[in-house]
């Protein structure tokens, strides 16, 4: 497997259910473990892939993103989707050396991580039981790599922003959604007042969300 990566492995004979998790710009492959227990009471393969990117983030200090970017200046496409293609090469990897039920697999990123969420999740839905993009944006670009639009349709999406989301505007995520309802995602929006993270209230939301939204049967067993 290409890249480095974590994983919370529940109790129990798979195949589990699974949530690809894929961080921020300047994290690494820890930085969302920590949501393992939380998510449907551990009940999820959580794999937490680390970006090929090493970005600085202090002296002397890296983190990692997915592809290179610049503060202010456009998501650059032709990055994201060759970034693309290693996650999904990653991925394929991933099913055959872990007990992943492919029927029950969730895309789940956070900002730059959303970002490629976003990517998997809108050009192969068929792949996804769900999509969940925390404190991101969508690129405008990416909905002309959108082939299968009707199975998109029926794509659970959840998306998180904070209102004082200090890296990321608010106003950015407002667009996204109103592009995903265009094309008839059946997502829920919600705010929070909290900058880029992820708060206890989110948090909550986020549990409740996979026990409401029709994902019943993907934690079936």
Not at 18 to 23: A, E, S, W
Request: glycine residues 8%; aromatic residues 6%; charged residues 20%.
């Amino acid at each position: 497997m290409d890249l480095l990566h974590t994983i919370y492995e529940p109790a129990g004979e798979g195949p589990h259910p699974t949530i690809l998790t894929l961080h921020g710009r300047g994290a690494n492959a820890m930085d969302l473990l920590g949501l393992a227990p939380h998510l449907a009471g551990g009940r999820f393969l959580i794999i937490c892939p680390q970006g090929p990117v090493q970005t600085p983030i202090g002296p002397g200090m890296v983190g990692y993103g997915w592809y290179p970017s610049v503060p202010g200046q456009p998501s650059d496409m032709d990055a994201i989707l060759a970034a693309r293609q290693q996650l999904r090469a990653f991925l394929q990897a991933a099913e055959a050396r872990y007990d992943i039920d492919r029927n029950k697999l969730l895309v789940l990123g956070f900002s730059q991580g959303g970002v490629m969420a976003y990517t998997m999740a809108l050009i192969e839905p068929e792949r996804f039981a769900a999509l969940i993009a925390l404190s991101t944006w969508l690129p405008e670009e990416m909905l002309e790599h959108v082939d299968d639009r009707a199975t998109l349709q029926q794509l659970p999406t959840l998306i998180q922003h904070g209102s004082r989301d200090e890296l990321v505007e608010v106003d950015r995520a407002r667009r996204s959604v109103e592009m995903l309802r265009e094309q008839r995602v059946p997502l829920t929006y919600r705010e929070y007042e909290m900058g880029h993270e992820i708060n206890s209230q989110s948090l909550t939301d986020l549990v409740q969300w996979l026990q409401d939204k029709g994902l019943s049967p993907v934690l079936a067993r």
